[in-house]
């Protein structure tokens, strides 16, 4: 005779009901936040800072109602703060390492900070790390290059950082073109140079700091945002930094800014020509706000663009 509903959830009660053999106490925390992808010959893993958290405020008042309703529709918060990924990319090429931005270390609060403790679970201390490539030099970026007293925490570690971006953030006579919440990056500008002098390399626009990875200018977010190429055989990973903050929005609305661009018409532009690009040629991407792993491709959207997660794949 078939079982009824009663049969069944009688039964998940006593299971429920049942003591258990193998208890343990809720672990409380994620597993260590690591995922490998090839690309190529270069192994590429993408590395979990932890979030922060961003009111949809960033995005314009004048948006709030169109942000809630795609926060809505994206199941994500509408009237609270906005998790957002902070992603780093180390890449193993050539017999070397070259860690992709080091996330915000100390300075973004407790749901940060994760780099060195997700680095060290993959084997990996700060002291293997032969190179740290910038995207720019926002703190969620460029935070975990400094401990709160201003000591370089990766010790042997080239720091190369785009050309455009250290000449604007290391010359204080620029303080007044930039939003007011972001004036103190030129203080930890100089705080950087200091702990990395005799170690910093400043990267002229479409150069190559490392075998099979070469910079792209992508230039309004900040005056020298830089997209990093990388390359092997037929195979490309495009690691684009800021080019949007909550994929749910700014894919969406890609003529959307955030209230920390220096150069909100140029990002704006420089967006919906690297979506455009990405979706055209059919790039892998990775994004430092993106979801973790952060890999996913660019599709067109009506007027705007979505994100295709990449698969999870089991093997390299």
Do not use: K
């Not at 509903?5 to 994620?30: D, N, V």
């Not at 195979?235 to 969406?252: E, K, N």
């Amino acid at each position: 005779m078939p079982s009824t509903r009663r049969q069944f959830l009688a039964g998940a009660a006593t299971l429920a009901a049942a003591p258990s053999l193998a208890a343990a106490p809720p672990a409380g925390r994620q597993v260590p936040s690591l995922y490998r992808t090839r690309i190529g010959e270069i192994e590429v893993t993408a590395v979990s800072d932890g979030i922060i958290n961003l009111p949809p405020q960033v995005f314009g008042d004048a948006n709030l109602a169109e942000s809630r309703r795609l926060l809505a529709e994206a199941r994500l918060p509408t009237d609270g703060p906005v998790p957002c990924a902070v992603n780093t990319f180390l890449v193993n090429t050539a017999g070397r390492l070259a860690l992709i931005d080091t996330g915000s270390g100390e300075a973004l609060g407790p749901t940060m900070g994760q780099l060195p403790a997700n680095l060290a679970a993959m084997g990996v201390q700060p002291g293997m790390v032969d190179l740290v490539l910038l995207t720019h030099l926002h703190r969620d970026h460029a935070g975990g290059l400094c401990d709160r007293d201003g000591r370089a925490l990766f010790p042997t570690a080239e720091l190369v950082v785009p050309e455009a971006e250290a000449a604007f953030w290391l010359d204080e006579g620029n303080i007044g073109r930039v939003p007011q919440g972001s004036r103190g990056g030129f203080a930890y500008a100089r705080q950087v140079a200091a702990a990395y002098q005799g170690r910093l390399r400043r990267l002229p626009g479409g150069a190559s700091p490392v075998a099979g990875v070469t910079s792209i200018d992508a230039f309004g977010h900040t005056p020298g945002h830089t997209l990093y190429r990388v390359a092997s055989g037929a195979d490309q990973l495009l690691v684009f930094g800021d080019m949007v903050h909550v994929p749910a929005l700014q894919t969406r609305h890609p003529g959307w800014g955030i209230a920390f661009d220096v150069d909100p018409a140029g990002a704006v532009a420089t967006r919906r020509r690297v979506l455009d690009m990405a979706a055209a040629d059919r790039l892998l991407c990775a994004g430092m706000h993106m979801d973790f792993p952060g890999l996913g491709f660019i599709r067109r959207e009506g007027d705007g663009y979505g994100i295709i997660p990449a698969p999870w794949r089991p093997l390299l």
